[in-house]
């Protein structure tokens, strides 16, 4: 399966509060309206050019999923191998004349990390007959681990709406 698992055990920090509240839930729903809070709270710094990766976002109780197949690249923000290069080559002398990116096969054994950051920013050039062309995820303002990043900036907010769903989800007022 293509796409990221973030296991958010290691992210959301339970209150003495939360804690209670868990017992009398459950463990499995708790986690899920945890897993909904922090995946809409993180809406705003996860990268977005069409909109496919934040749309592809779903909780579970055991994390959040994003299923598209950039999602672990722009996430853990490594580029995992085998890769092979994309070129543009000339139409009349077909020679190379220009690297446009990398391309990851589907399928095709088991990828590991480079170690290599993803290119986080846009990359335009010209081709021969005047039109331009932009490439690259438009991820200006986003940071990997964006799961982590809004509960770190905002782990108070959230903390107390995740206490507001779960008493909801109680019929606790």
């Known amino acids: 399966m293509a796409g990221v698992i973030v296991n958010t055990k290691n992210i959301h920090e339970i209150t003495k509060r939360q804690e209670d509240l868990r017992d009398l839930l459950g463990s499995k729903k708790f986690n899920l309206i945890v897993n ?46 085998p890769n092979w290069m994309i070129y543009t080559k000339d139409s009349e002398t077909n020679k190379v004349v220009g690297k446009l990116g990398w391309r990851s096969p589907a399928g095709e054994g088991t990828k590991h990390p480079t170690g290599r950051p993803f290119r986080r920013t846009k990359k335009t050039f010209e081709d021969k007959y005047g039109f331009t062309w932009t490439l690259g995820p438009s991820t200006r303002g986003t940071k990997p681990e964006w799961v982590r990043y809004a509960y770190d900036k905002n782990h108070a907010k959230i903390n107390r709406r995740i206490t507001r769903e779960v008493k909801k989800a109680l019929g606790i007022k």
């Open 36 to 81: 909904q809070v922090l995946l809409e709270e993180s809406q705003q710094y996860t990268p977005k050019k069409s909109g496919a990766l934040r749309q592809s976002g779903r909780a579970r109780a055991d994390g959040i999923i994003y299923t598209t197949r950039y999602a672990r690249y722009l996430y853990y923000d490594n580029v995992y191998a």
